[in-house]
């Protein structure tokens, strides 16, 4: 089927914190829905059957739970029954962009999945009503060809967002198409949690997400891409992601991703929005996805190794790892922490001026979001010593061949692998040997930057 994706530069409120009337809201939304009808139709143009935006695209960021209400529309939840916002637009009041989004779709025969903030009044005796008398969502929704409203999804897993509520249950949202069938979706964040991004995916057997986010990108482990195909690899499944595109916030990195190949978008350096279209398989058959644990042993190479490497500590995405560095030209390192080690057998083309090394963390992370990690990352330093190992790099020359594994202890495994100039490989193998993951790649494509294992043991969150 045919996808497009849009990362979009959204024309921001100057001053978020101060409360609007609702019809300047309007007004600047517009502005933002005009980019949005044009994409729209160029995407259909191209053949396009389903299009994505981004997270906050159409209101922007940084308000107050009191600013933001004027962008807010009233969105009935999916269990509503039918509605079709373009063809009627007088059933609720305060919709005025939900219908424009459904007008968008119907005028261009597309599936359309976008997101917005949403309300929803509650009566103050209610449990969990805040004292404001209303919920506030930061919500998308999925509209049909048609332009009726087929499913929406409130935000679960919120960062940052104290204009917004959490929903008292995680939504499991998803929606059916004709071309691919069923689609699920969820927002940002929610991509690192249990709910409702992996229980969404296993329970319903999904196929194809969609996925708006607001991702500011993190080397060497969480930029945009590199998760976003990570995930795509893990769980099997075709990622429809749009980002917002924002250099200056380190805003960037859209891409329409499948197990095995991905269009990617990753631009610093310019402004303006991009629109990705890309035809891409329908993944239906459940192949063994790269989660489930197989028999068999890994061999246990390199033990009395005379002169192994000092390990040292480092700080790599506010995590103390434990690394190894990378001497030579090849080598066998091991490195552990708590109850996790990981093991790399490398081997460089041509020896560069270039530090690398292997990091472990085993451990709860708790800047931005609390969550239990246990990774095996290689990654390239930012200088030449041991204090510049997890710094954020973008540029590498050096090629190396490598098998990576480790005695994992959480069956959810990202294979990570950048390339210089945020550029996306992928792995020759990978999977499940006798209780260990591994990684191996003969010569990138381009500089290695990181080669990461990256497991979320959710059940330690």
């Known amino acids: 089927y045919v996808a497009a994706v849009y990362e979009h530069e959204s024309i921001l409120s100057p001053a978020p914190a101060v409360p609007v009337e609702r019809r300047a809201a309007l007004e600047l939304m517009g502005r933002n829905l005009d980019i949005y009808e044009q994409q729209v139709l160029a995407a259909a143009r191209q053949g396009a059957q389903i299009i994505v935006f981004p997270e906050d695209g159409i209101h922007g960021f ?9 962008y807010l529309d009233f969105i009935p939840h999916s269990h509503s029954g039918k509605w079709n916002p373009c063809r009627e637009p ?52 999925a509209l049909g060809a048609d332009g009726a409203l087929l499913a929406t999804y409130r935000k679960h897993n919120l960062y940052f ?6 929903p008292a249950e995680p939504d499991h949202a998803f929606f059916d198409t ?14 690192l949690f249990y709910e409702p991004a992996v229980s969404l995916i296993r329970q319903y057997n999904l196929k194809q997400i969609v996925y708006p986010t607001a991702w500011m990108n993190q080397l060497p482990l ?45 631009n610093m350096e310019s ?15 459940d192949y063994k996805t790269n989660l489930e644990k197989t028999a068999g042993r890994v061999s246990e190479k390199g033990k009395g190794n005379e002169q192994s490497p000092p390990s040292f500590y ?39 001026d270039e530090l690398y090394a292997l990091g472990v963390f085993d451990g709860l992370h708790t800047v931005h979001g609390t969550y239990y990690v246990q990774a095996c990352a290689l990654v390239k330093c930012g200088g030449l010593s041991f204090s510049t190992c997890g710094q954020e790099v973008t540029d590498a020359t050096a090629l190396i061949d490598f098998q990576l594994w480790g005695n994992m202890s959480t069956p959810y495994i990202f294979p990570l692998l950048l390339t210089s100039g945020i550029t996306l490989d992928f792995a020759d193998h990978m999977g499940w040997k006798n209780n260990h993951y591994f990684l191996s790649k003969n010569r990138t494509s381009a500089g290695l930057l990181t080669a990461a294992l990256y497991g979320r043991w959710y059940e330690k969150d």
């Open 271 to 285: 402004y303006g929005g991009k629109l990705i279209v890309a035809e891409i398989p329908v993944i239906t058959a």
């Open 161 to 166: 967002e104290s204009a917004f509520d959490t």
């Open 62 to 70: 940084n308000f107050t739970r009191s600013s933001i209400y004027p």
């Open 90 to 141: 007088y059933l609720y009041n305060d919709t005025e962009v939900v219908q424009r989004l459904s007008c968008m779709a119907l005028q261009n025969k597309i599936f359309l999945v976008a997101n917005l903030g949403s309300k929803q009044p509650c009566e103050r005796w209610e449990p969990r009503c805040p004292s404001d008398g209303r919920f506030q969502f930061n919500t998308n929704v």
């Open 178 to 191: 004709p071309f691919a069938g069923r689609f699920g979706m969820f927002t940002c964040f929610d991509i």
């Open 314 to 352: 480092a700080e790599m995405m506010y995590d103390n790892f434990t690394f190894v560095p990378l001497w030579g030209e090849k080598g066998e390192l091991q490195v552990c922490a708590n109850s996790l080690c990981c093991y790399l057998n490398y081997q460089r083309a041509v020896l560069t």
């Open 222 to 266: 969480l930029s945009a891409v590199e998760f976003q195909q990570a995930f795509s690899t893990a769980f099997n499944v075709n990622i429809l992601a749009a980002n917002i595109h924002h250099p200056s916030l380190g805003m960037t990195g859209s891409g329409i991703y499948t197990p095995v190949k991905s269009f990617i978008y990753h």
